[in-house]
T-cell receptor, first 111, second 112 residues
Framework: DAKTTQPPSMDCAEGRAANLPCNHS???????VYWYRQIHSQGPQYIIH???NNETNEMASLIITEDRKSSTLILPHATLRDTAVYYC????????????FGGGTRLMVKP | SQTIHQWPATLVQPVGSPLSLECTVE??????LYWYRQAAGRGLQLLFY??????ISSEVPQNLSASRPQDRQFILSSKKLLLSDSGFYLC???????????FGEGSRLTVL
């Protein structure tokens, strides 16, 4: 699986959009971008995934650049409950579920 | 709906003692099952995964072992715990290979 790079931490004001970047410059053509988050002392939670088109669900939006070398997870209206570590992972679809979690970005939503 | 449970939630064990963490999944059949470990302030490390009863693959060498005696039961064990085994252990399941994992509540192990 391709390696990802994320900033170790970010702050966001409550009610504002949180934009979490992820670099994956070595991503290959069959690899998807996945996002998970982990709230303190809980198991990680799946958020969203995509290949090359932008994706949106009830939790977030995923914007992938045209060259697919980076992506941004957007939480449109961050709440205090969105404070968590956010993990960006790239892997080939149907390549097994041995997801490799890196350090992630610790997002702190402040009132 | 599918649910995953693991226990115990918290465990304090002396060095050299045995370990058994259990995980069960309900509401699905033939799930893929995983054990991850998270050391304090670190990311998740995959320890074991299983695609079926009695089929266990290990990702890292260690003094831990895993077993899958039933389709929806996954057990993490050790005969003699080390201090370095302390951490947050997470069981997870998936219904296929699409990358969407569902995690349990976690078991926090402290080895003294």
């Amino acid at each position: 699986d391709a390696k990802t790079t994320q900033p170790p931490s970010m702050d966001c004001a409550e009610g504002r959009a949180a934009n979490l970047p992820c670099n994956h410059s070595t991503i290959s053509g069959n690899e998807y971008v996945y996002w998970y988050r982990q709230i303190h002392s809980q198991g990680p939670q799946y958020i969203i995934h995509g290949l090359k088109n932008n994706e949106t669900n009830e939790m977030a939006s995923l914007i992938i650049t045209e060259d697919r070398k980076s992506s941004t997870l957007i939480l449109p209206h961050a709440t205090l409950r969105d404070t968590a570590v956010y993990y960006c992972i790239v892997r080939a679809f149907n390549a097994g579920n041995m997801l490799t979690f890196g350090g992630g970005t610790r997002l702190m939503v402040k009132p | 709906s599918q649910t995953i449970h693991q226990w115990p939630a918290t465990l304090v064990q002396p060095v050299g003692s045995p370990l058994s963490l259990e995980c069960t999944v309900e509401g699905t059949s033939n799930p893929n099952l995983y054990w991850y470990r998270q050391a304090a302030g670190r990311g998740l490390q995959l320890l074991f995964y299983s695609v079926g009863i009695g089929q266990i693959s290990s990702e890292v060498p260690q003094n831990l072992s895993a077993s899958r005696p039933q389709d929806r039961q996954f057990i993490l064990s050790s005969k003699k715990l080390l201090l370095s085994d302390s951490g947050f252990y997470l069981c997870a399941w998936s219904r296929d290979n699409t990358g969407e994992l569902f995690f349990g509540e976690g078991s926090r192990l402290t080895v003294l």
